[in-house]
């Protein structure tokens, strides 16, 4: 759930009927895998190679200023 975010639905994968039960769902529900896909892209931006760099050189940052 952590990397998927709330743009997915998940399945527990050794669940034969849970799979089958949503990808039923997603096949007569059109309006949730709109949804579903409008999450999941606003998602994926959390993991651009720009923002994660940010993200990463904001640590180092506090690192440096907590050894000075």
Do not use: C, W
Request: no cysteine; proline share 3%; aromatic share 6%.
């Amino acid at each position: 759930k952590d990397i998927a975010g709330s743009g997915a639905l998940l399945v527990n994968p050794y669940d034969e009927v849970d799979i089958r039960t949503s990808l039923e769902k997603m096949m007569s529900e059109p309006k949730l895998v709109r949804h579903l896909i409008e999450l999941g892209e606003r998602n994926a931006r959390r993991f651009d190679s720009r923002v994660v760099a940010n993200q990463y050189a904001a640590v180092y940052l506090r690192a440096l200023r907590r050894v000075r």
